[in-house]
């Protein structure tokens, strides 16, 4: 997921209103980088379903992006 947010901040700075969406590795530990990036849609399978408390990371992760 790191090596695309170049990408992500590309796209962000050139389509201001664009939604842009990271898809994989998306973890509660990594998904500031990914909202400071400019991501403002994630998809997240295994940062929910295999962290402790699945609400808790759907939580920290709205609540990012």
């Known amino acids: 997921m790191i090596s695309t947010m170049d990408k992500v901040r590309f796209l962000r700075n050139k389509y ?9 590795g998306v973890k509660c530990d990594n998904i500031d980088i990914a909202a400071e990036a400019g991501a403002n849609v994630i998809v ?3 940062g929910i379903f295999n ?3 699945p ?5 920290v992760m709205r609540e990012s992006v």
Do not use: P, Y
């Not at 609400?55 to 939580?59: D, K, L, V």
């Open 16 to 24: 201001h209103n664009l939604n842009i969406q990271v898809d994989g």
């Open 44 to 46: 997240s399978g295994t």
């Open 51 to 53: 962290h402790k408390d």
């Open 55 to 59: 609400t808790f990371a759907i939580q």
